[in-house]
């Protein structure tokens, strides 16, 4: 059983979607894309600097923009992985991907989730720290004491934190034994309590989006179960913007059902990296541009076994 994973927030780099436009028919599909999404992807993606396109509410239609673009380079020759899932925004390629929504509203949702995030991330000086290794029971224990939320369970032993500025601060200062704590370069809490004002902007805007049963194999960041309704589904991606990721489960769930290899879609390597360590022996391949694709066509055919 193979897989395709969508990346999410700080995947983006300067320049990435630069060779993309080589291909046949990406510039129009950007084009269309940026009109949904209120944001010029093109630009975003070619020339914009690294402090521009980290902005909440233009890094997530550009990542999602270019799951998608990816997603259609890839299946165009007809195959098409078993199953998706995405972490944290990339859900929303992952909804597109496995038709719950059209491209269309897939960008609009975007769009609006991420200027909704930005608005509310304003709200209060917040951000989230990566904590990497120690003992899992230790660090939640150090996030409790310091009112921290543990937002993403990314696996491999990485758990990102998020909260105020100064208890993140506190927390880099005295570290859990075994740690290393690194500042993420994100606008806010993202996947906590502090993005509840975005949660009922974004609920507002699903509500009239038509939903259609998934037609692959879905897995939620929720906690890693799979999703066979698609009105669920998208309530599920509504709620999670103040909820904890829970790509750890979604890993363990991609064991359990015997996944055998995973593509992870542009702006890629994220996602590879941590199942490398949390899905240890299951081939992978990074799509980050055009001349990966190859590889990931022999992924899903079986020719690079």
Request: glycine letters at 12%.
């Amino acid at each position: 059983m193979i897989i395709a994973v969508f990346p999410g927030q700080g995947s983006q780099t300067p320049g990435f979607l630069t060779p993309w436009l080589d291909r046949e028919g990406s510039r129009a599909l950007l084009e269309e894309y940026s009109e949904y999404a209120g944001v010029d992807l093109i630009a975003a993606g070619t020339a914009w600097d690294a402090d521009r396109i980290r902005d909440t509410q233009v890094a997530q239609p550009l990542i999602v923009a270019a799951s998608l673009l990816s997603w259609q380079a890839l299946t165009e020759s007809g195959t098409t992985p078993a199953g998706v899932a995405g972490h944290s925004v990339g859900e929303i390629a992952a909804l597109v991907a496995a038709g719950v929504l059209t491209a269309a509203d897939g960008m609009r949702l975007v769009g609006i989730r991420g200027r909704a995030m930005a608005e509310a991330a304003g709200l209060e000086a917040t951000g989230m720290s990566a904590v990497l290794g120690g003992d899992e029971a230790v660090v939640l224990e150090r996030l409790e004491a310091l009112d921290l939320t543990p937002a993403n369970y990314n696996g491999g032993g990485q758990i990102v934190a998020a909260g105020s500025l100064p208890a993140l601060g506190e927390l880099a200062a005295d570290a859990p034994r075994g740690t290393r704590v690194i500042p993420l370069q994100v606008a806010g809490a993202f996947h906590t309590r502090f993005m509840a004002p975005a949660v009922e902007i974004l609920r507002t805007a699903a509500a009239d989006v038509e939903a259609s049963a998934p037609a692959l194999t879905l897995w939620s960041n929720r906690d890693g179960g799979v999703v066979t309704d698609g009105r669920a589904a998208v309530d599920l991606l509504v709620a999670q913007v103040a909820n904890p990721v829970r790509w750890d489960l979604c890993m363990s769930s991609f064991a359990a059902a015997g996944v055998t290899g995973i593509v992870e879609l542009a702006p890629a390597g994220t996602l590879v990296g941590l199942a490398k360590r949390g899905l240890r022996g299951v081939p992978s391949v990074a799509v980050k541009t055009p001349d990966d694709l190859p590889a990931a066509a022999g992924l899903l055919t079986g020719e690079n076994a």
